[in-house]
């Protein structure tokens, strides 16, 4: 077999067509209407057919490409959505989002808490920290599942539902607590639900004594580019505190949303919708009142 060539920048021509090739299949998805089979991709690009199945389940991998196990076809992935849209979205974002997280702290005397969506995890990328501080899995960096977390849970709410599929099939939902949520039809209710009020619980599904309450956070596009969160130990955010902080946790993201927007009228692309529920027209007392050091 002849040895693949090398340039003078020292880069295989093979390593170079590979490259181009790949490219080529992004460029297709990115640009096309509906989703695509292989044989579609193969034609359009005049790709063999078998590189075509090698460069897709490399692009798949990585995130760049979905699959929809059901008519064998394909579509731009979360990473490659990402990427083109990486200028709105970081390294500024966890420098954006600070004040609006400490309003959160403020507000609620609790962690508040930023993530994203990284392929098949949510990744914590800003908090604010009470005067308190109980160290938690949220500390940014951290990666964690999807479907034990608050945050987690609202950035799986809003995927397609395809890519919810692909999520399940892949990480199998493993246990973290005695609470996490480990069928996939317990999932998708919880999906449901998430999407029908606008945010999610965790009620000690990553850890145990920590209580978790979520919204989605919105880009220009109007489409959920984050997760913002408060998190506390059990004792002190119980039911009551999380049903008062819904109303003012899904203002303060809102308030965000409109910042990354950039408008200066006050609205985001597309305002993020959030179903009726009670108001909580003056913050409980509760609320503003400093915990007690412990």
Same mark, same amino acid.
């Given at each position: 077999? !002849? ?34 089979? =292989?044989?579609?991709?193969? @034609? ?12 897709? !389940?490399? %692009? =798949?991998?990585?995130? *760049? ?33 600070? +004040?609006? %997280? ?15 969506? #990284? ?6 990328? !800003? ?5 308190? =501080? ?11 599942? %999807? ?37 996939? @039809?317990?999932?998708?209710? #919880?999906?449901?639900? =998430? ?31 984050? @997760?913002?969160?408060?998190?506390? $130990? ?12 819904? $109303? ?10 409109? /910042?990354? /927007? ?5 609205? +985001?692309?597309?305002? $993020?919708? *959030? ?14 009142? $400093?915990?007690?050091?412990?």
């Amino acid at each position: 077999m !002849a040895e693949p060539t090398t340039r003078l920048d020292g880069v295989s021509e093979s390593g170079v067509q590979s490259v181009e090739r790949a490219l080529d299949l992004l460029e297709l998805l990115a640009s096309a209407s509906d989703w695509m089979g =292989i044989s579609e991709l193969g @034609a359009a690009t005049g790709q063999p057919l078998a590189t075509v199945h090698r460069l897709l !389940a490399t %692009l =798949i991998a990585r995130g *760049y490409a979905v699959r929809d196990t059901r008519t064998r076809r394909y579509a731009l992935g979360g990473a490659a959505t990402a990427l083109a849209h990486g200028v709105q979205r970081a390294p500024d974002l966890a420098a954006l989002a600070t +004040p609006y %997280l400490r309003e959160v702290t403020a507000l609620s005397g609790e962690t508040a808490n930023l993530a994203v969506l #990284e392929r098949d995890r949510a990744v914590y990328v !800003a908090q604010a920290h009470p005067a308190r =501080i109980m160290r938690m899995f949220t500390e940014p960096g951290n990666r964690v599942f %999807l479907h034990s977390t608050g945050c987690g849970k609202v950035l799986l709410a809003y995927q397609p539902d395809d890519v919810i599929a692909a999520v399940i099939a892949d990480t199998g939902l493993p246990t973290q607590t005695a609470r996490t949520i480990t069928t996939p @039809a317990r999932l998708w209710r #919880e999906v449901e639900a =998430i999407r029908a009020r606008g945010y999610a619980l965790d009620d000690e599904e990553q850890e145990e004594g920590v209580h978790c309450l979520a919204v989605p956070v919105h880009d220009i596009r109007g489409v959920v580019a984050a @997760a913002m969160s408060v998190s506390g $130990p059990t004792s002190r955010l119980d039911e009551a505190h999380l049903d008062a902080l819904v $109303p003012h946790l899904q203002r303060i993201s809102t308030d965000l949303s409109v /910042a990354i /927007a950039g408008r200066t009228d006050g609205q +985001p692309s597309v305002r $993020p919708h *959030y179903p009726p529920q009670t108001r909580v027209t003056k913050t409980p007392a509760y609320l503003l009142i $400093p915990h007690a050091a412990e």
